[in-house]
């Protein structure tokens, strides 16, 4: 596929496809406004998966981290949250954007959805990157997306879930 030098935005559903999946989340209910939430892999985040970095700009991890990233947190709204959100697409969409593919609106939001989840090191160097960019068929896509459920070495269902949906918005018209 070649690059139509076209820079694209993340559209409506990949915003809501992430949004689903992620979830505002609260850490601690307890509490008055939003709090960090270990992730099912154990890294840190807040708001709909902001990932948070401490003051070396490095991702926090473990629970015996918690009172560190409360110390780094930085969402305690909705506001602040898609806000957040919204910044943190723009590196992914950055990324997706740099790979040269020419794609719909629906491949690239679940593309951004993908590398927002997995990371783009990870997509960069994935089967389903290379099978995208040969035009391979969508059995064959759909399967190497499927590939991606695990965290921490276990199958989640809600990765199994989220591919499922990632592969069902790549291929709609």
Request: glycine share 8%; hydrophobic share 40%; proline share 1%.
């Amino acid at each position: 596929m070649l690059n139509t030098n076209k820079i694209m935005k993340t559209g409506d559903k990949g915003i809501a496809l992430i949004k689903h999946f992620e979830s505002m989340h609260d850490g601690d209910l307890t509490k008055i406004g939003l709090q960090p939430k270990m992730c099912p892999a154990g890294y840190w985040t807040e708001g709909y998966g902001h990932a948070i970095l401490d003051d070396k700009g490095q991702m926090i991890k473990g629970i015996a981290n918690k009172e560190l990233a409360y110390k780094y947190s930085k969402v305690k709204d909705e506001a602040t949250a898609v806000k957040s959100l919204q910044q943190d697409l723009i590196a992914r969409e950055s990324m997706i954007n740099s790979l040269g593919l020419t794609l719909t609106q629906n491949q690239f939001d679940a593309l951004v959805s993908f590398c927002y989840n997995i990371g783009f090191a990870n997509l960069k160097t994935s089967t389903l990157l290379k099978r995208i960019k040969t035009q391979d068929s969508e059995n064959l896509i759909r399967f190497e997306f499927s590939k991606w459920k695990y965290a921490d070495g276990e199958i989640w269902q809600g990765l199994i879930k989220r591919r499922a949906a990632e592969a069902d918005l790549f291929f709609s018209k």
